[in-house]
């Protein structure tokens, strides 16, 4: 009887489900992972450009032999030295001119505003925020190396360097600019001009100098021994 009471063979097999997926070659799965290989290490190759490219000109001016990297002036520094443009006017130069901070508060005061910037993505950074605060007509920035550019044309000079550079870029300055021209130092003055007015304190001290004093400073007694330091508080 034992026959009798189990399923009979016929049932049995329509129970089975059918495996309907095609059995995977070795060679179609390896194209997958493949196909994934190749989009990861686009995806990686891709970004670690992206980074080069951003980063490269940021982290250069460390290997020049003058190291002028972007530190962006504070909210005081340009206080300060739009406080040293008061009462002057026409065209202004930043030297190293980062993101545009200065060139753009100048060209808000009224001053005709050129910046002059190493980093291509500074400048590019700097056209968009002067557009997006309505001054592009008046600032405009270019891609270059401050030591291949000629400053006569400018009234108005202003750099925050690093205290290397300041010898070097005293002489500069003195042989190009027009008597009528004032120079404007932030955190780190020159060595061998007296300025005419200093304000603020510590890091954000900003010097002034106006070339008619620092023409005749070190070249007789008379420009150095009654120069005067006006502190503007
Ligand atoms: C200390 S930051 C000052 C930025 C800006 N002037 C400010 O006050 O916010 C100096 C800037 O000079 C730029 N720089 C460095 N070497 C340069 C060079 N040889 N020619 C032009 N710019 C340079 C740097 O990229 C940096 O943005």
């Known amino acids: 009887m034992e026959g009798g009471r189990g399923p009979p063979p016929e049932t049995l097999e329509e129970e089975k489900q059918p495996d309907c997926t095609l059995p995977t070659s070795p060679e179609v799965s390896s194209l997958k992972k493949s196909n994934w290989g190749f989009l990861l290490t686009g995806l990686v190759g891709g970004t670690l450009v992206a980074l080069y490219a951003v980063a490269t000109p940021f982290i250069t001016p460390a290997f020049r032999r003058i190291c002028l990297p972007f530190i962006p002036a504070t909210a005081k520094q340009v206080e300060n030295v739009v406080k040293m443009l008061r009462c002057r006017r026409?065209?202004?130069?930043?030297?190293?001119?980062?993101?545009?901070?200065?060139?753009?508060?100048?060209?808000?005061?009224?001053f005709t505003a050129v910046g002059y910037e190493l980093n291509p993505?500074?400048?590019?950074?700097?056209?968009?925020?002067?557009?997006?605060?309505?001054?592009?007509?008046?600032?405009?920035?270019?891609i270059s190396d401050l030591w291949k550019v000629t400053f006569s044309?400018?009234?108005?000079?202003?750099?925050?360097?690093?205290?290397?550079?300041?010898?070097?870029?005293?002489?500069?300055?003195?042989?190009?600019?027009?008597?009528?021209?004032?120079?404007?130092?932030?955190?780190?003055?020159?060595?061998?001009?007296?300025?005419?007015?200093?304000?603020g304190?510590?890091?954000?001290?900003?010097?002034?100098?106006?070339?008619?004093?620092?023409?005749?400073?070190?070249?007789?007694?008379?420009?150095?021994?009654?120069?005067?330091?006006?502190?503007?508080?």
């Open 121 to 142: 993505w500074l400048v590019w950074y700097s056209r968009y925020r002067a557009w997006q605060e309505g001054v592009q007509g008046s600032a405009t920035f270019y």
């Open 90 to 110: 026409g065209t202004l130069v930043d030297i190293g001119s980062g993101d545009g901070r200065i060139v753009i508060a100048a060209a808000k005061e009224g």
């Open 201 to 233: 304190e510590g890091v954000d001290t900003v010097w002034a100098y106006d070339a008619s004093s620092f023409r005749g400073a070190g070249r007789g007694p008379r420009a150095t021994r009654f120069q005067v330091v006006i502190q503007i508080p």
């Open 153 to 199: 044309q400018y009234s108005n000079v202003v750099i925050f360097g690093v205290p290397q550079m300041m010898p070097q870029l005293e002489k500069k300055l003195e042989l190009e600019l027009e008597d009528d021209a004032r120079v404007i130092a932030c955190r780190f003055p020159f060595p061998h001009w007296t300025p005419t007015w200093v304000t």
